[in-house]
């Protein structure tokens, strides 16, 4: 009975989707049995194909050697290189632009540290007795440096190293707060704007600062909008006191 079977079309039953009792069924055999057989065919198929491949000596597929002329070498070859070179210019893409959202980092946190400090610094500019000639670094110039130091305790020191230098970067933060001014007071959405203004004004550089809930209750917002308010504010700010490039890369 064993060799009746047509194991043929019972792959095809079987690959259209009939489970073994209907293909079973269908041959006219109890399930178990052609389970058995099955079974059997595919170990005897197995062997007798490992036999062939054993008596012919035959390699495995993917052990062949494939030949290929100087023509097709070459242009693996160039294929090879021009898929490295777009690798490694999407690689320096990518690490300059994490250079540069890193920078911008960095610009945004010494905005915020130059903002809380801003009446300290204030007040130590009032000793300078030298006039802006003499100094022989600009505002950008102090403001790089601050790039290379990650302790904020070092950066204002640095700044405050002395009075004319203090007054230097006071005076660049007082022009930009007028530049910001004048942007937020032209705005088309003037409003929203010089609401932001006062916001950042009011909490960092106003005669005696308010808290946020005391800025919330002056202009008859939530707290949550006067965060927003200051967070956008001080983005702004980083791209005026620190040039274009303080602009976050995304």
Same mark, same amino acid.
């Given at each position: 009975?064993?060799?009746?079977?047509?194991?043929?079309?019972?792959?095809?039953?079987?690959?259209?989707?009939?489970?073994?009792?209907?293909?079973?069924?269908?041959?006219?055999?109890?399930?178990?049995?052609?389970?058995?057989?099955?079974?059997?065919?595919?170990?005897?198929?197995?062997?007798?194909?490992?036999?062939?491949?054993?008596?012919?000596?035959?390699?495995?597929?993917?052990?062949?050697?494939?030949?290929?002329?100087?023509?097709?070498?070459?242009?693996?070859?160039?294929?090879?290189?021009?898929?490295?070179?777009?690798? /490694?210019?999407?690689? &320096?893409?990518?690490? =300059?632009? !994490? %250079?540069? *959202?890193?920078?911008?980092?960095?610009?945004?946190?010494?905005?915020?540290?130059?903002?809380?400090?801003?009446?300290?610094?204030?007040?130590?500019? /009032?000793?300078?007795? &030298?006039?802006?000639? =003499?100094? !022989? %670094?600009? *505002?950008?110039?102090?403001?790089?440096?601050?790039?290379?130091?990650?302790?904020?305790?070092?950066?204002?020191?640095?700044?405050?190293?002395?009075?004319?230098?203090?007054?230097?970067?006071?005076?660049?933060? !007082?022009?930009?707060?007028?530049?910001?001014?004048?942007?937020?007071?032209?705005?088309?959405?003037?409003?929203?704007?010089?609401?932001?203004?006062?916001?950042?004004?009011?909490?960092?550089?106003?005669?005696?600062?308010?808290?946020?809930?005391?800025?919330?209750?002056?202009?008859?917002?939530?707290?949550?909008?006067?965060?927003?308010?200051?967070?956008?504010?001080?983005?702004?700010?980083?791209?005026?006191?620190?040039?274009?490039?303080?602009?976050?890369?995304?």
């Amino acid at each position: 009975m064993y060799n009746k079977i047509d194991f043929g079309k019972v792959e095809a039953l079987r690959k259209a989707g009939w489970d073994m009792g209907q293909v079973a069924a269908e041959m006219g055999m109890e399930k178990e049995a052609l389970e058995d057989a099955v079974s059997r065919h595919g170990t005897e198929k197995e062997a007798a194909m490992a036999q062939k491949e054993n008596k012919e000596g035959n390699e495995p597929l993917d052990a062949v050697p494939v030949p290929i002329t100087a023509g097709q070498l070459r242009d693996i070859c160039e294929k090879s290189a021009s898929i490295g070179a777009r690798e /490694g210019i999407k690689a &320096f893409r990518q690490k =300059q632009k !994490e %250079e540069y *959202a890193g920078r911008a980092d960095r610009r945004l946190r010494n905005t915020k540290l130059l903002l809380r400090n801003y009446h300290m610094l204030k007040d130590h500019a /009032g000793q300078s007795v &030298f006039g802006r000639t =003499q100094m !022989e %670094e600009s *505002a950008l110039d102090i403001l790089e440096s601050m790039m290379s130091m990650y302790d904020n305790e070092v950066i204002i020191e640095s700044i405050k190293r002395s009075a004319t230098r203090t007054a230097v970067i006071v005076s660049h933060i !007082e022009t930009m707060f007028r530049l910001y001014y004048s942007y937020c007071d032209n705005s088309v959405t003037r409003e929203l704007d010089m609401r932001r203004y006062n916001a950042v004004w009011d909490a960092y550089i106003a005669d005696n600062p308010l808290s946020v809930s005391e800025i919330a209750r002056k202009q008859h917002i939530s707290k949550d909008s006067v965060y927003m308010d200051i967070r956008v504010s001080i983005e702004k700010l980083t791209s005026l006191i620190f040039g274009v490039d303080g602009l976050r890369v995304y």
